[in-house]
């Protein structure tokens, strides 16, 4: 039986056969020639159903099941498939006969034409995105932006989904039952920290840096005095402490309340040559997190002048919090009490004049209180009650009442008319939180929600908060909510303001979307500008940024221990050299090539040692020119993208080269096939991983993945686990035979040597053919189609921005604004801007 049906397949009766019933499955298309539509059959009867078709069709995609209905989404998506490996030249394989050019223009015209008008209506009837709701980020955000507070609830809510990259694509942001109870205790907690409950607590301490000297270390354990000397007034620090906190400078007590803190420095760097001298300003006790949560910022002070640095800090007011401190952390270890004590004449030094701190700041009530009771009176709830029975109110003065005593008595909004206080406050707060006008049958419900809470004596404060929980966890606020087509103004202002802000429309954006002038083209280029002209817009960086290139990543893992380099300043350094980078294309509207390769970057003094560049002072970045001697430029090469692409141990090409390919070139590869084996590296460095790539290279299921994955993946392998440039791989152990060699650590002759084993090899040929000894020229090759790394880009903002991956219909409109962008050069600005004017944007 199967020798008779593979007669068959192979007889012309049956080819004449499947001919006709391609011909009569296939209906005409109106904008396209007869021909065009025609040349489909032949051309699959030709070069592609041969593979795929059977029990086992190559790449398991089968053609013979495959019908034509362009309206239905998963036939739709599986001829986008075939219509896209046709058009790219990768199908059919190189080694099998290629098609005339008439012939695939023909083709991938007429699946073309068909695929566009069939996207398009789906969009029509659909919407392009489903409504989806905020992700963690956009929440925490948005109860920020209406109460005028930070409100950190973040890690409340259960983690949210990815994809193509993104949290904030609908298809990813379920909602689940767990969603739901998380929601209410978010709520919860941000209306805790917003309403007003006692009296003004101002935490606030100020010192000299004699009084410091005097109460820390003068008395100290033997040796801790000898790190510091006290001069007049100030104190002057020569050492530092690595694992205890004596010679840190910090206040008394831990600040507890919970809330926004000013910490200032008025300090000098002494005999540093002018140079500036790092400070870390951290959490007590709590050195050594991966993630680095203890650091809250690194900066500068400046030499020989005295002068005041200023640090924000959010204060959570859990128990476990620890005090804030400063500590020298470049100056020398302090000495064992056993050594010869320090000669401090020339010796660097951080001269202490005044420490402050300060908190919580901002207006009592807070801005987030007055929006949910207004200017109504407080008083402790006791009070209200009794005044609310007819009883007198206790005469004690509870202005002069210890915090602790408002914890079983605190204050609340007082109300003569509770109805129409309600009703007022209510119908005040919807539009606030729901971003735009609320229908009346919406607020209705709120004012009767309230209402009815009240007719059962539900005392004022308890009956409005249970309101304002419910509107919190409502779809009106957790949920970007339009009809298909083209949004209104108030829907375009959210969408705008979560794309550019991951938060709400501000008052002057809402103001323009209830004028009806959103819309119009030159309105919304003025606003979009004036968008990013905002702090606000520091969301891209922290988050299509962060997420684009993985930078969230980057500290999930610490590097393996022969990676003696690594240390907490270098781990907080790479993710800022990265996101300073795109801050500085975004500002300048460079081109977004740049990420490709550049001829400048943003170091600091640690990563610029890190690198092996020369005159960078300071622990605050600033743009520094490249030249080719230093193997940097592009973000590609930059050690955070270099070290979240690899794991603690080793690096691997595969990994790298399908990152570049999904985040840099923008043609993803297609999965591997089931029951692929995976690559182990040999991490003692015998066997280089590229040998053993090769071998898997050449089994006929992985080579055409592989010929788009390697050569990116393999350009990328003179940098290591921690990005730095290498020409030999590492190894934590020597090898026997002489394969291995014990040598100074490069940039680092401080630290001890390490093995170094084979040498690296980052040549290669691109899929085009052309060949590359290393990263330079592989970057030249990728360069040579610039329009492609700006498609990539464009498709990515779009991607974050709209809450949807790209569809067909969705190309021409790429098209449109990379044509619009190219006088530009692609400036990441430009494209945008004309993002935001285009169609997909402007439609739900």
């Known amino acids: 039986m199967k020798r008779l049906i593979t007669a068959l397949l192979c007889s012309a009766t049956f080819m004449r056969t499947r001919f006709i019933i391609f011909a009569a499955i296939f209906p005409a298309a109106r904008t396209f020639a007869l021909d065009d539509r025609a040349a489909l059959q032949p051309f699959l009867e030709a070069h592609c159903i041969d593979c795929h078709e059977g029990e086992k069709p190559k790449g398991d995609f089968s053609l013979e099941t495959l019908k034509p209905e362009f309206g239905d989404a998963a036939a739709a998506a599986a001829w986008v498939r075939v219509h896209d490996k046709i058009a790219s030249g990768e199908m059919p394989p190189k080694k099998k006969e290629r098609p005339p050019a008439a012939d695939v223009k023909a083709v991938t015209g007429y699946l073309g034409s068909q695929l566009q008008a069939a996207s398009l209506e789906r969009q029509k009837v659909e919407g392009r995105v489903p409504s989806r709701r905020m ?322 004596d539900v005392p004022f404060a308890e009956a409005m908060r249970s309101t304002y929980k419910a509107a919190l966890c409502s779809p009106h606020f957790l949920f970007h909510l339009a009809p298909p087509g083209p949004l209104n103004d108030h829907a375009l202002a959210t969408r705008l303001a979560y794309f550019l802000w991951s938060g709400p429309p501000d008052a002057a954006l809402l103001a323009v979307a209830a004028r009806g002038e959103l819309r119009q083209p030159k309105t919304l280029h003025a606003e979009v500008k004036r968008m990013l002209a905002d702090p606000r817009a520091e969301a891209l960086v922290e988050n299509f940024a962060s997420e684009w290139f993985d930078l969230r990543k980057v500290l999930t893992m610490k590097p393996d221990e022969q990676y003696l380099e690594y240390d907490d300043e270098l781990g907080w350094s790479l993710a800022a050299e990265t996101k300073s980078f795109f801050r500085e294309v975004l500002a300048k509207d460079r081109s977004v090539t740049e990420f490709v390769d550049s001829d400048w970057t943003m170091l600091n003094q640690r990563l610029a040692k890190h690198y092996g560049i020369p005159d960078v002072d300071g622990c605050e970045f600033r743009k520094v020119p490249l030249v080719p001697a230093y193997h940097r430029g592009g973000v590609i090469t930059h050690a955070s993208i270099l070290k979240a692409t690899a794991n603690g141990t080793y690096t691997s090409p595969i990994k790298r080269g399908v990152w570049m390919l999904e985040r840099i070139i923008g043609r993803p590869p297609s999965p591997p096939p089931p029951d692929t084996p995976a690559i182990e590296p040999d991490i003692r460095g015998a066997t280089t991983l590229r040998e053993q790539i090769e071998k898997h290279r050449a089994l006929p299921a992985c080579a055409n993945c592989h010929a788009q994955i390697d050569p990116p993946g393999f350009a990328l392998e003179n940098y290591d686990v921690l990005g730095g440039y290498r020409e030999r791989y590492r190894s934590p152990l020597g090898l026997e035979g002489g394969k291995s060699t014990l040598l100074p650590l490069p940039n680092y002759p401080e630290k001890k040597h390490v093995y170094f084993t084979a040498a690296v090899d980052p040549s290669g040929i691109t899929p085009e053919g052309a060949t590359f000894a290393d990263l330079a020229e592989y970057k030249r090759a990728l360069l040579r189609d610039p329009e492609q790394i700006a498609r990539n880009v464009t498709r990515k903002l779009l991607t974050y921005g709209t809450g949807t991956d790209i569809q067909f219909a969705d190309r021409e409109v790429l098209e449109q604004i990379l044509t619009a962008a190219k006088p530009s050069n692609y400036g990441l600005r430009t494209l945008i801007v004309e993002l935001v004017q285009s169609r997909a944007f402007l439609n739900q």
């Open 135 to 456: 992700n963690r980020t956009e929440y925490e955000n948005t109860l920020r932006e209406l109460f005028g507070v930070a409100v950190h609830v973040k890690e409340l809510l259960p983690e949210d989904g990815s994809v193509g990259g993104f949290d904030t694509v609908a298809s990813a942001l379920t909602v689940s039952p767990a969603h739901l109870v998380a929601y209410q205790r978010a709520a919860d907690a941000a209306l805790d920290a917003v309403i007003t409950s006692s009296t003004k607590r101002e935490f606030r301490e100020s010192f000299t840096g004699r009084e410091w000297f005097d109460r820390e270390v003068k008395g100290n354990r033997k040796h801790v005095p000898r790190g510091a000397a006290a001069e007049g007034e100030i104190a002057v620090l020569y050492h530092q402490t690595q694992q205890h906190w004596e010679l840190n400078v910090m206040p008394r007590e831990a600040a507890r309340t919970p809330g926004h803190y000013r910490v200032r420095l008025t300090a000098a760097a002494r005999n540093t040559g002018g140079k500036p001298l790092p400070v870390r300003f951290g959490w007590e006790w709590m050195q050594g997190a991966t993630d680095l949560r203890h650091i809250i910022e690194y900066r500068d002070v400046p030499a020989d002048k005295p002068a005041t640095i200023e640090v924000f800090v959010h204060v959570s007011g859990r128990r476990s919090e620890h005090r804030i401190g400063v500590c020298g952390y470049t100056l020398q270890t302090l000495p064992d009490e056993k050594d010869t004590p320090p000669d401090w004449k020339n010796a660097r030094g951080l001269e202490i004049h005044r420490f402050e701190i300060e908190g919580p700041l901002g207006e009592w009530p807070s801005a987030g209180h007055k929006l949910l009771f207004g200017d109504l009176p407080l008083e402790p709830r006791t009070h209200a009650e009794a005044r609310a029975a007819g009883n007198p109110a206790p005469k004690d003065d509870w202005q002069k009442w210890q915090p602790e005593q408002f914890q079983s008595n605190p204050l609340v909004p007082v109300t003569t008319d509770a109805k129409a206080d309600a009703e007022r406050l209510i119908r005040a707060f919807l539009p606030r939180a729901f971003r735009g006008p609320v229908r009346e049958e919406t607020a209705e419900y709120y004012v009767g929600f309230a209402h009815e809470r009240l007719a059962r």
